[in-house]
Nanobody, 124 residues
Framework: QVQLVESGGGLVQPGGSLRLSCAAS????????IGWFRQAPGKEREGISC????????DYARSVKGRFTISRDDDNDTVYLQMNSLKPEDTAVYYC?????????????????WGQGTQVTVSS
């Protein structure tokens, strides 16, 4: 069964950090672009970062640039999203997704495989 599994979400205070992980089951992430998306209640899904696994090219949304860092671990075939300086407005369900491509982009409609999501809550 082909699936993505996110982990690492939780409750954190404003200014804190979390690291999300995205691991694949049943396939390898290597030929894919891996994107991170988030959706807050009542809001549209937002693409926040992506990485081309074959060459490491990255892209970030303006809302997270300078605070979030995407990276890959080839040995463990996992993609991470390090989130620093978290704000209450970062509260959302975070999803990772895979697109069989070599072009970095944050267009959710082109991502074919999605994880189940992990909740991130930023609150004091």
């Amino acid at each position: 069964q082909v699936q993505l599994v996110e982990s690492g979400g939780g409750l954190v205070q404003p200014g804190g950090s979390l690291r999300l992980s995205c691991a694949a089951s049943g396939f390898s992430l290597k030929p894919y672009v891996i994107g991170w998306f988030r959706q807050a209640p009542g809001k549209e899904r937002e693409g926040i970062s992506c990485i081309v696994n074959s060459d490491g090219r990255k892209d970030y949304a303006r809302s997270v640039k300078g605070r979030f860092t995407i990276s890959r671990d080839d040995d463990n075939d996992t993609v991470y999203l390090q989130m620093n300086s978290l704000k209450p407005e970062d509260t959302a369900v975070y999803y990772c997704a895979a697109d069989y491509s070599t072009i970095p982009h944050l267009l959710s409609r082109f991502y074919e495989i999605w994880g189940q999501g992990t909740q991130v809550t930023v609150s004091s």
